[in-house]
């Protein structure tokens, strides 16, 4: 069970485990948690010393670990967590462009599509998450490079797509996948 505590005779079950696997395994020491609304969703957080290194949270019995540099505020029950410029560096990918025409009189001018590779840190950071079920939360390109599972990028609503980034509102219950 992902989500609490389970009590028996002489037994408790570690609460949260694959988190706070995950937040272990990228260094981190400890971690908390908070009932946004119980038991649907709580809020994670992965801490070395004092220093956040990423928030999660966990819903519906999954979890999503923000690995984009910006806050993400979800449309449904006001929900946010914070953005992580340490796990956002580890999930980067690599732009390889390939020219797919040459035109003009002299063929001079390129046309290209432009593809995300993943990275050696980022392949790794997959497949810790993929290994203990959580979903990273990436950028689209991020999204595209990994892969789901793990990787999934948010999907904005609508009326907040135009706005800056701290202004945007994103679902909780629907997200970007590519499959590879």
């Known amino acids: 069970m992902k989500n609490r505590t389970i009590k028996t005779t002489n037994l408790e079950v570690e609460m949260f485990s694959e988190f706070k696997r995950f937040c272990n395994l990228l260094g981190g020491d400890r971690i908390e948690y908070k009932d946004i609304v119980f038991p649907e969703i709580t809020k994670l957080s992965c801490y070395k010393g004092s220093e956040k290194l990423f928030e999660g949270i966990l ?85 595209q490079a990994y892969g789901y599972p793990p990787v999934v990028s948010p999907i904005t609503t609508p009326e907040t797509s135009r706005l800056p980034p701290p202004q945007r509102k994103v679902y909780l219950y629907k997200w970007n996948a590519y499959i590879k």
Not at 86 to 92: D, I, M, N, Q, V
């Open 59 to 143: 819903v519906d019995g999954e979890y999503f670990v923000n690995a984009t540099p910006h806050e993400l505020k979800f449309a449904e029950k006001d929900v946010k967590i914070d953005g992580s410029v340490f796990l956002a560096k580890k999930l980067s990918a690599r732009p390889v462009e390939r020219v797919v025409a040459k035109i003009g009189v002299d063929e001079d001018i390129k046309i290209v599509t432009t593809e995300f590779e993943p990275t050696e840190e980022g392949e790794r950071l997959a497949e810790i998450a993929r290994e203990l079920g959580i979903n990273l939360v990436g950028s689209i390109i991020s999204a």
